[in-house]
């Protein structure tokens, strides 16, 4: 499947982090079963650059690690698969937009104690489950369904917790 992954950076970011990136949501996608075309645009900011898209688009005041902006509301687990779905000019479906702070990623990866590889391809994948219509606004089955995709996308890929 030929997607169309725009990645953008407003800070230092090198080429390797676009191309794992990349990767990875294009794994995802597949391993979600996505057959249209899609378009994601990939936004790499820092900590102030997402406080600010936070506060304007969620009245949140705060930074974060990433924040995903889906095009359709979608159910987990049932891909966009119809024509209507696709941009007529483009023909692709225009999944969404998501933003990391690549400033927060390091800090977290530092956290948990693994590589600021590994938490991007974890951030992108949390990030395209939601443009796909997982949430984890309850603390119960909605969000062990999003971590159980999360790890089992990661793990398909071979970058795991343990595995650096």
Do not use: W
């Amino acid at each position: 499947m030929e997607h169309r992954i725009i990645v953008e950076s407003e800070v230092e970011a090198g080429p390797e982090l676009t191309e794992q990136v990349t990767r990875v949501i294009e794994a995802a996608l597949k391993a979600e079963g996505v057959k249209l075309p899609c378009e994601i645009s990939v936004l790499f900011t820092d900590n102030h650059g997402i406080q600010e898209i936070n506060r304007e688009m969620r009245d949140l005041d705060q930074p974060t690690d990433v924040l995903s902006f889906p095009m359709f509301e979608l159910e987990p687990g049932i891909p966009p698969e119809d024509q209507t779905y696709l941009d007529p000019e483009t023909g692709m479906c225009p999944l969404g937009d998501m933003c990391i702070s690549l400033e927060r990623a390091q800090a977290q990866a530092e956290e948990y104690g693994h590589s600021l590889e590994r938490e991007l391809c974890y951030l992108a994948v949390h990030s395209v489950l939601h443009l796909l219509g997982y949430d984890h606004l309850d603390e119960g089955p909605m969000k062990r369904q999003m971590r159980a995709r999360e790890e089992a996308i990661l793990g398909e890929l071979g970058i795991t917790r343990e595995k650096e």
